[in-house]
């Protein structure tokens, strides 16, 4: 717990320096139009998260330096984008190549006998899940609300998992700090790709201390509100003839926004749903114990809430939509 604690103090030590540098040379989210906001917020949240947890990272667990190299790359990755527009294919070869060169180091799936296989699956999960808690960066605070409860989940479910998991659990949480509804500062691209990459290294490290359905379950499960999110937009998105590739303002937390939901109920909603997903996981990996099955009533609750919410237009012209081309 002292790695999750230095994460927390040091990134919040680094807030306020990375708060003045982003408003000095203009590193800001401006209004535009699939945005909430109405005024002007800095980056550089996610550079603050990056200092928080790799300090931790560096202090207890030396060993997993490259692994920090890796996250830094990621972050990079992020921050060109938040500064100067990146392409989108650009943007996955290089975290394509980064999620391979995570396989060299070990972070593979052991899901089939075939290592080209896992190979090819590790690196689809780790580039799929950084860009799904991109997409989930659509609500003050969310994103760090959502990566942290995963985070913590995945730590507490495999233990041997905590010294990745719980010094970036500390930055996000931290982070909260000044991005609690209504932000005064975002993480950008930077953190929401960096912290989607660190969850997806977490979870492969902790679903390879399992085999068989255990391990997907661990794997999948503490993310589950990621996965809901993203596969609830690319449904919505298909079912209309609407481009993938297309922004908007049809995630999950704007479509209970327009129930009228406020920002920090949406953020309760996260939390109680990250933490029944957690709960989910945390049962069914006890199978063939009868315990297990209790995770099948909050499996088919998730799956009625996704259906509801898929229900909600949020296209409609009464609403005014505001889509744009990324």
């Known amino acids: 717990m002292l790695s999750f604690v230095l994460a927390l103090a040091v990134t919040l030590a680094a807030l306020w320096p ?97 290592p080209a296989i896992n190979a090819g699956l590790s690196v689809a999960w780790m ?20 990566a942290a409860c995963s985070l913590i989940a995945i730590a507490v479910i495999v233990p041997a998992s905590a010294g990745l998991a719980l010094p970036l659990a500390g930055g996000a949480i931290g982070f909260l700090a000044i991005n609690r509804p209504p932000a005064k500062m975002y993480m950008g691209d930077a953190g929401s790709l960096m912290l989607g990459f660190g969850v997806a290294l977490a979870s492969i490290k902790a679903a390879n201390t399992a085999h068989g359905l255990h391990a997907v379950v661990i794997l999948a499960f503490p993310v589950a509100l990621a996965l809901f999110d993203t596969s609830l937009v690319i449904a919505s998105r298909l079912s209309t003839g609407r481009p993938i590739q297309l922004g908007g303002q049809d995630h999950f937390s704007h479509r209970l926004r327009l129930l009228g939901w406020t920002p920090y109920q949406v953020l309760a909603a996260a939390l109680v749903a990250s933490l029944a997903s957690s709960a989910c996981a945390a049962l069914a990996v006890r199978y063939p114990l009868d315990v297990a099955w209790l995770a099948l009533p909050i499996g088919v609750a998730f799956l009625g809430v996704w259906v509801a919410l898929l229900r909600i237009d949020p296209y409609a012209v009464a609403l005014r939509p505001k889509i744009e081309v990324l």
Not at 21 to 26: K, L, M, S, W, Y
Not at 66 to 73: D, E, G, S
Not at 127 to 146: E, K, P, Q
């Open 18 to 114: 990375c708060r003045h540098i982003a408003t000095r040379f203009g590193i800001i989210d401006r209004p535009g139009p699939r945005k909430a906001h109405t005024g002007s917020v800095p980056y550089l949240g996610g550079v603050a998260i990056l200092v928080g947890g790799g300090a931790s990272l560096l202090w207890f667990h030396t060993e997993l330096w490259p692994v920090l190299i890796l996250l830094t790359l990621v972050t990079t990755i992020g921050l060109v984008d938040d500064i100067k527009y990146l392409p989108v294919w650009a943007r996955l070869i290089g975290e394509g190549a980064i999620a391979s060169s995570a396989v060299a180091l070990g972070f593979s799936l052991h899901l089939t006998d075939s």
């Open 127 to 146: 580039v799929g899940l950084t860009n799904s808690f991109n997409l989930l960066d659509n609500t003050d605070g969310l994103a760090s609300t959502v």
